[in-house]
């Protein structure tokens, strides 16, 4: 079992007891906070003046509230960001958000082959973050488990790479909860040849600065730190 740090466990027990607080499906959504973003910020300048070349490339980031960008601003979420970021490298890429709050394992699942359907072209990448709204309701991790390697079946069938971005239960469900659930990220991304990043909120989660005010989703600026950390992920995947 990959060891969390104090920091995140602590923040992973909060959420815990607000699971009415990720169910944005029912939930009004949050106001929108105003937080500054100097990376975003300086990201987003840099794709203005960087001239993009090469192919164009298309990545698909489907998941739930933390990419559809929930609470934020329009331009904020974390597709956007990577988007802004590949393109200041040069990179000629659009990031497609398929974000949808709310989502369990088991919505994406049924989602996911009419989205691709539904696409001009087959997508050059697909950044797959499902499975936090499973945790915070409790749900099996073998149905999380079965849910998530159906996704990967049908994107190797469609011959897609994928980046996972993993989540992590919180220490209160048990051992022997989290020992299944935090398993299926790496066993999975092992299993389909996917890149791995084990864990979408490192170093967000519990860090009020880079949170909303539900402590659950990242602002802005939290949002900018992932993106930080995922980009280079995303640019080499392109790259092969």
């Known amino acids: 079992m990959t060891k969390m740090p104090y920091v995140a466990s602590a923040a ?8 009415s607080a990720c169910d944005t499906k029912r939930d009004a959504p949050l106001p929108v906070t105003n937080v500054s973003a100097p990376t975003s ?17 298309v990545v698909l980031a489907f998941g739930d509230s933390l990419y559809a960008g929930y609470g934020l601003e329009r331009g904020q979420s974390l597709p956007d960001a990577i988007q802004a970021r590949l393109r200041g490298q040069g990179i000629d890429a659009t990031v497609v958000n398929a974000g949808v709050s709310g989502d369990t ?14 696409m001009k072209a087959k997508p050059d990448l697909v950044l797959l973050g499902l499975g936090g709204n499973d945790v915070l309701r409790q749900l099996d991790p073998t149905e ?45 991304a092992r299993q389909h ?9 490192q170093g967000v989660l519990g860090q009020r600065p880079l949170m909303l005010a539900d402590g659950v989703h990242p602002n802005a600026t939290g949002v900018a730190r992932i993106a930080d950390r995922v980009t280079p992920l995303v640019a080499k995947r392109l790259a092969d």
């Open 41 to 57: 910020t300086a990201a987003t300048a840099a794709a203005s003046s960087v001239p993009v070349s090469g192919p164009k490339r």
């Open 193 to 201: 040849h996917a890149d791995l990043d084990p864990f979408i909120l």
């Open 105 to 118: 394992s088991a919505d994406g699942r049924r989602r996911l082959a009419f989205t691709l359907d539904r």
């Open 144 to 188: 999380t488990r079965a849910n998530m390697a159906a996704m990967l079946d049908e994107l190797d069938r469609r011959g897609i790479p994928v980046i996972l971005t993993g989540m992590m239960a919180p220490p209160n469900l048990g051992p022997d909860f989290g020992n299944r659930f935090n398993a299926i990220w790496p066993d999975l």
């Open 12 to 19: 992973l027990l909060q959420v815990a007891g607000m699971l």
